[in-house]
């Protein structure tokens, strides 16, 4: 999986002209699901998420809270786009992306970890494949860009070897 966090004072999320979502001081999550992509890079990702070290505390000193220690929100939005490949010509290739009813369970599942870590109440969610407006106004501004990775698959293989059989 993959995020972009942006630190933000405010942030919304429109579909159709009706705001879904929005939110105050925090950080606005753009997530995307990748092949091979289980809930344990969820969980991982939520959790680097809550305890990222994105304000500075009351002395002055940098990257010392998180959105937990300042009681701040977050506001997630799916964005598979971040997956994207520019490698050929200018059209992008969203190969790398989890499509349909998997990436839509992985990114719920994802999603109510972040609610589970957190103040349920000061996580919000966009609109899963929406075409959303999305707004915000960036403190900083931050903009920090973090995944997780599933295993590779020789990794996965050696694993397996190294289980014992019964």
Same mark, same amino acid.
């Given at each position: *999986? +993959?995020?972009?966090?942006?630190?933000v004072l405010s942030a919304s999320v429109t579909v159709d002209q009706e705001l879904v979502s929005s939110i105050g001081k925090g950080i606005l999550v753009l997530a995307a699901v990748a092949p091979g992509d289980t809930e344990k890079e969820a969980d991982s990702l939520a959790s680097k998420i809550l305890k990222m070290k994105m304000w500075d505390d009351e002395s002055g000193g940098r990257w010392k809270r998180s959105v937990q220690d300042i009681g701040g929100e977050v506001l997630c939005v799916s964005q598979f786009t971040l997956l994207a490949s520019t490698k050929k010509g200018s059209k992008p290739d969203f190969h790398s992306a989890m499509g349909g009813d998997e990436a839509k369970r992985l990114y719920q599942y994802f999603y109510q970890k972040v609610q589970d870590g957190? !103040?349920?109440? +000061? !996580? +919000?969610?966009? !609109?899963?494949?929406? *075409? *959303?407006?999305v707004a915000l106004v960036n403190d900083g501004p931050v903009t920090l860009e973090i995944s997780t990775s599933p295993p590779k698959e020789k990794d996965q293989k050696k694993t397996k070897q190294a289980e014992p059989a019964n």
């Open positions: *999986m +993959k995020a972009i966090l942006q630190r957190y !103040v349920a109440e +000061k !996580v +919000k969610d966009g !609109v899963f494949q929406a *075409m *959303m407006q």
